[in-house]
């Protein structure tokens, strides 16, 4: 026999990652009473990977004497997206980034000073135990606020209503059935980074060797909105990077007396490397490295989505005694430090099939897939330009321009892969879900990556940790404004 439970709370929120869970904290403080349903058994959804979230003008970088401002922060969003997004909505997750930092350490939350060697600009900010750490303390804020919170239970439809009545929520949660009342929702429930099915529709740049880094979410929360007469923005958005590895493709690199673990993709996106697609042909300037969101749409238009990072021993040698330039996909640090051990750690890999080394060109050619000629004679013209100290193709700088000549000769097999969906729901600046004629739904809003209108095709790595900072700013804002929502209609 099937149970049966009924509900009513202020405001219910749909996904319990950093957008629902900065949501709930705003909204109980504000006095609604406040639902999260989540669907799988823990909370955190994608923040659980991520590192830190942009700020401008916050209260650690005062400390630290960083001046950025959010003007410039502004200018810098709109000019790296051409103007293709909500100025409204971009503003608002700007204005308030600095603030939400405060907030968050009015409640005990610990920011370490990290600057992203990508952009330098300082914009972000590395809380104690990275996403874990805030999704940890967001939790507990919850709790303490006294935020109902339902893991395992998956909503099925959401009834639409008029104004002024309750939203009738429809949720399973193993074998019982639960009916659920709120004056206001929030859908926040993450993507659709495993749906395939949505991917392939709605996305241009994904392709079937690609893998989620993200939480598989499958789309839910942009099915029920959609439903509801949400309008769209911003869908097929990819959050990419490359050329990249699976993370659990690490180097063990015996460095006497440590081990040193560091993801191969660290190798990958080294500047003083060469980046030949599977026909044997340079394709960019491999410095672009330094910002593997922008790299991987030079990664993805190559043939089946692959790339292949190529070196000799003289670059490794160089690694070994000096560190790598870049050191992504490792601990940081590593730039200096020598790396005993680095050319087993690689050579272990080659069983694996992610590596070949060869003490000929043509073996590497033949691994890789390519016309021997044609890779042949991509390394003998990048060789002439770095003796020349001049890349006639890509005008790489000097500095990493290194010849490959001395055998053995590496090459590591890459793509360009994603961490989640950006895009979906289409909202304004108070996050408020907007229909077909741009009119708020009464009582709706979304949050985070399963809306549009705030990222433009490729992620700004000028404004490192925009993600997953304005899934946490605009939580925090659609809790701010539907708890208002829902305690002046519960007043009238």
Excluded at 242 to 259: C, M
Aim: with cysteine; net charge neutral.
């Amino acid at each position: 026999m099937v149970k049966s439970e009924n509900i009513i709370a202020d405001f219910i929120i749909l996904g319990g990652g950093a957008s629902g869970l900065s949501a709930a904290v705003a909204a109980a403080e504000k006095g609604a009473s406040t639902i999260i349903i989540e669907k799988r058994g823990a909370l955190g959804g994608n923040a659980i990977m991520a590192g830190g979230i942009f700020a401008a003008e916050s209260p650690t970088q005062k400390r630290l004497k960083i001046d950025l401002r959010k003007d410039e922060c502004f200018r810098t969003a709109m000019n790296h997206s051409h103007w293709k997004i909500n100025p409204y909505i971009i503003r608002t997750f700007i204005d308030k980034s600095g603030d939400t930092i405060k907030w968050l350490e009015n409640k005990g939350l610990n920011f370490v000073p990290f600057i992203e060697p990508i952009a330098g600009q300082g914009g972000f900010h590395l809380p104690t135990g990275a996403g874990i750490g805030l999704v940890k303390h967001l939790t507990d804020e919850c709790k303490k606020l006294g935020v109902n919170i339902l893991l395992h239970t998956d909503v099925k439809k959401i009834n639409s209503r008029t104004k002024g009545e309750l939203f009738l929520i429809e949720a399973k949660s193993n074998e019982i059935d639960i009916t659920l009342k709120s004056r206001s929702i929030l859908i926040a429930t993450g993507g659709y980074g495993g749906n395939k099915e949505m991917l392939k529709k709605y996305c241009l740049d994904y392709r079937d060797n690609m893998t989620c880094y993200g939480v598989p979410n499958n789309g839910d929360g942009i099915s029920l909105a959609m439903a509801l007469g949400a309008d769209t923005a911003g869908l097929g958005i990819l959050h990419m990077a490359g050329p990249t590895l699976p993370k659990s493709i690490v180097l063990n690199i015996n460095n006497e007396p440590n081990v040193v673990r560091v993801q191969l993709s660290a190798i990958i996106l080294e500047p003083n490397t060469v980046w030949v697609n599977k026909r044997g042909k340079r394709f960019t300037d491999e410095s672009i490295g330094y910002n593997h969101f922008g790299s991987a749409n030079t990664v993805v238009i190559q043939p089946d989505n692959e790339s292949f990072t190529v070196f000799d021993n003289n670059i490794v040698n160089g690694w070994i005694e000096n560190g790598f330039i870049l050191g992504m996909g490792g601990p940081m640090g590593l730039q200096g430090k020598t790396l005993h051990g680095l050319a087993t750690a690689l050579q272990e890999h080659v069983k694996r099939g992610w590596v070949n080394i060869a003490n000929k060109w043509d073996e590497i050619a033949e691994w890789m897939g390519a016309d021997p000629q044609i890779l042949e004679s991509t390394i003998s013209k990048y060789n002439s330009d770095c003796e020349n100290r001049y890349d006639t193709l890509f005008n790489k700088n000097p500095k990493y321009l290194l010849p490959l000549l001395t055998p053995p000769f590496y090459a590591v097999k890459a793509r360009a892969d994603f961490l989640s969906t950006i895009g979906g729901i289409k909202i304004n600046e108070y996050m408020e879900v907007l229909d077909k004629k741009d009119i708020p739904i009464p009582g709706l809003y979304a949050a985070g990556v399963d809306t549009g209108g705030w990222n433009s095709d490729t992620y700004n790595g000028l404004l490192p940790g925009n993600a997953f900072g304005f899934s946490v700013n605009s939580g925090r804002i659609a809790g701010e404004n539907a708890a208002k929502y829902a305690l002046e209609l519960k007043s009238i």
